[in-house]
């Protein structure tokens, strides 16, 4: 039923910011990935780091569209903390074990220093930054449009983390502990 509702929506991101037709677009690239989180096991689609702040059982699902013109990722949540900040990230590695398994975030044009926290590359232009606030009932929803695509690049998770992203220097792209991740390859 989720991705139902997600695809119904497909042709209005696909064309955000666009002057073109769906029949236009030479190419596009769908990814989905949906999974309830849980205590890691191997090959989980979603695992839990927290369970206090990320409950098992949560459900985190993304959507990501890319086309010519650029990405847009959507994130949807259920079964989080209700009425509470996070922050979310693509990242370069699947979900493992451990929360740094997923590895730093998947950048456009990556920082020679990591872990980056220079605004120069950590940012929502050069990043998939997907920060959310979660309803009375713990569901969240968030979208992030970018005018590049992941190509054959690695990007394989989304992260959700404690806090929403910060920007300064120095603290540019940080969100706190990482507190759940979805696998997807996108």
């Known amino acids: 039923m989720r991705y139902l509702a997600l695809a119904a929506i497909v042709p209005a991101v696909v064309l955000i910011g666009g002057t073109g037709s769906a029949t236009e677009i030479p190419s596009m690239r769908v990814t989905t990935a949906s999974s309830k989180i849980q205590a890691y096991k191997p090959n989980a689609g979603g695992v839990t780091y927290n369970p206090k702040l990320a409950p098992a059982g949560a459900t985190l699902s993304v959507l990501s569209v890319s086309t010519p013109q650029g990405t847009t990722v959507l994130l949807t949540t259920q079964g989080l903390l ?14 493992g074990p451990a929360p740094a398994d997923s590895g730093p975030h998947f950048q456009d044009k990556k920082d020679p220093v990591q872990p980056s926290v220079n605004p120069a590359y950590a940012n929502p232009r050069n990043e ?3 920060d959310f606030t979660t309803d009375r009932f ?3 929803f968030a979208v992030s449009r970018v005018k590049w695509g992941f190509g054959e690049r690695e ?11 910060h920007t300064g220097a120095g603290h540019a792209g940080t969100a706190g502990a990482r507190l759940a991740c979805l696998t997807a390859d996108f």
Not at 155 to 165: C, G, L, W
């Open 155 to 165: 990007a394989s998770s989304i992260v959700i983390h404690e806090t929403r992203t």
């Open 82 to 95: 209700p009425k509470r900040q996070y922050g979310a990230h693509v990242h370069v590695k699947p979900c």
């Open 128 to 130: 998939i930054w997907l």
């Open 138 to 140: 713990g569901n969240g």
